[in-house]
């Protein structure tokens, strides 16, 4: 598949405020225009698509700063619009005549919310033999039909209603043809693409749409989405931890709470989980809360032999009472001997029932030192470990 992208933009937003605050797409929403959110998505996708611009003629002096602080000017192509949505898609089709596509997908500048996971579903439905894709969600509201008196005419049956979003995904030949065709016919009324694709007897196949995936129409669309942007970003945190402790003569060594029998033990006050403590440490560091050693000193008696989930178990309660959510806990082991591939999985279970987070966050890795080094000599293992935390209500 070779897939382009239409982003219509030529519309002046005249709901959305008053003509001296611009075009709806090129206000402002976390710091950057609409459109430039909505471009970032594209091209940032693993497809890499290339992509059409349909703007207005007043407008290219808007469009071209934010084209080049994307640094996409290989990527990108404007072309100008026309009086309505239905012609400036047109102008958009046209424009990829030499470019060989196979599918484009059509997309209203002013849905920034979209992400990958949206454009995967919609592209996904053409690779398996779509000429259309409409993502949509079903419709929830009880709906009403209304007469010119303003009074109600009657209830309408929501079963197999859906509401329509955009980016629409088409065959491109077939909805160039049908554009060019419905161009021809006079008809000009269409509210979407995938109308003139049923129009044009073409078949549209229906994809789980975005919940956040809204259109901005209003001007009290675009305040609330400058908010969601500006207002609600989350305080994500990261935080390290590094231990080694010393091998010696034993009956096997425990690794994230899981013991794996062995000619040698870790040396330590507690059962010398190095994985662990390092992952304590990580934690803790999410909310400066000092290091494994401040909360459990290795002169304190009643620490001698400990397993060490005690620890990860009170990091994580730390975390907690300061507001903080674990997203993510990354465990790599540095050991010659013994194999942690084997029990791998076993070491995640733990993770996850230590920290009552799910199986997919928790990751444990291993690796040798290629013989260098102490851990190379088979005389320790060291461990290196990440924790993500967002938290709740701090200020940045």
Partial sequence: MKTGVIIVAAGRGERAGSPEEGPKQYRLIGGKPVIEHTLGVFLSWQQAPLITIVVHPEDKDLIAPIVERLGAGQQIRCVLGGS??????????????????????????????????????????????????????????????????????????????????????????????????????GRDDFTDDASIAEWAGLPVKLVEGLVDNV????????????????????DVRTGNGYDVHQLEPGEGVTLCGVFIPHDQKLKGHSDADVALHALTDALLATCGAGDIGDHFPPSDPQWKGAASRIFLEHAAKVVRGNGGTIMNADVSLIAEEPKIGPHRQAMREMLSEILEITLDRCSVKATTNEKIGFVGRKEGIAAIATATVVYQGRQL
């Fill in 84 to 185: 309505t949505r239905q012609k400036s898609v047109l102008a958009g089709l046209q424009a990829f005549s030499d470019d060989e596509l196979t599918h484009v997908m059509i997309h209203d500048a002013v849905r920034p919310f979209i992400d990958h996971t949206l454009l995967e579903r919609t592209s996904n439905a053409l690779s398996q033999g779509a000429l259309c894709a409409l993502p949509a969600l079903a419709v929830t509201d009880t709906l009403k039909r209304g007469t010119a008196d303003g009074h109600i005419a009657e209830t309408v049956p929501r079963a197999g209603l859906y509401a329509a979003q955009t980016p629409q995904a088409f065959a491109y030949r077939a909805i160039r043809d049908a554009h060019e065709k419905a161009a021809l016919s």
């Fill in 215 to 234: 259109k901005l129409t209003l001007k009290r669309d675009i305040t609330m989405a400058d908010e969601k942007l500006t207002q609600s970003m989350p």
